[in-house]
């Protein structure tokens, strides 16, 4: 039981810390998805031919090299959910926790395929307003201004996100606090109990002790008895 509460903090330390950082690559994820799109439109409003070919290739090499490495943290942290799930469970306070883990997990995964799906169709209209001949410096303020506003919420967000998950902690410890404390009266009722048992055993013992000194007492004079009967007997029967 010990091996399985140690294996299950263990767990829960690494998802945790996991949780932490896939958190930091979402808000990182986030500003390069809204950071693409606008640095392929100021370079194809300033009409430099290298600056419109290479600044978009390096934004979307980072953006989809950084979106393997969250799908990579994801699934790992998929992967120490369900480790903690197969552990036996420890009380009602793991199974919030573990549920807690899961919820978050679900919202990181909705919130990636939400960036990603964003960054793809803003891709997308750039690419037909470039075609079209559409694409002039009055549309850059509008999406960025929106990426901005979407970034703010994202990380208003992320702080209520991390303000529950305190409050979630803080009950979780006054749950495992109050556990601990009926678990310490159980132990000590227990003790209580053992040392009463501890103390009748001497007494016990002296009684068994005394009841066989007086078997073998009453053996003995049962025995000398016989035996001067016995002699009795054979004196009777040679006279």
């Known amino acids: 039981m010990q091996m399985a509460v140690s294996s299950y903090d263990v767990l829960r330390k690494q998802a945790r810390t996991l949780e932490n950082e896939i958190d930091l690559k979402l808000v990182a994820f986030s500003k390069i998805g809204a950071g ?24 979307e090499h980072v953006f989809d ?6 799908e990579q943290m994801l699934d790992k942290l998929s992967s120490l959910n369900e480790s903690m799930s197969e552990l036996p469970a420890t009380g009602s306070a793991a199974m ?6 899961r919820e978050i997990l679900q919202g990181y995964r909705q919130e990636f395929n939400k960036i990603y799906a964003n960054h793809t169709m803003r891709i ?23 990426s901005r506003r979407e970034m703010y919420m994202k990380e208003s ?13 803080i009950n979780i410890a006054i ?8 678990q ?3 132990f ?52």
């Open 36 to 59: 693409s799109s606008i640095s392929s439109n100021n370079s194809s409003g300033s009409g430099g031919n290298s600056n419109s070919d290479t600044s978009p290739l390096l934004g």
């Open 65 to 70: 090299s950084l979106s393997a490495e969250i």
């Open 96 to 101: 919030h926790t573990l549920q807690r883990h």
């Open 124 to 146: 997308e209209r750039e690419e037909l307003l470039r075609g079209s001949g559409l694409a002039t410096s009055s549309g850059s303020p509008s999406i960025s201004g929106l």
């Open 157 to 169: 967000g992320h702080l209520h996100s991390a303000s529950n998950m305190v409050n979630d902690q």
């Open 175 to 182: 749950e495992t606090r109050e556990n601990l404390h009926a």
């Open 184 to 186: 310490r009266q159980a």
């Open 188 to 239: 000590k009722r227990l003790q209580t109990r053992f040392n009463d048992i501890s103390n009748r055993f001497p007494l016990i013992n002296s009684l068994i002790q005394r009841i066989n000194i007086k078997k073998r007492r009453d053996s003995l004079i049962l025995g000398a008895v016989i035996g001067f009967c016995v002699i009795l007997l054979l004196l009777y029967a040679f006279n």
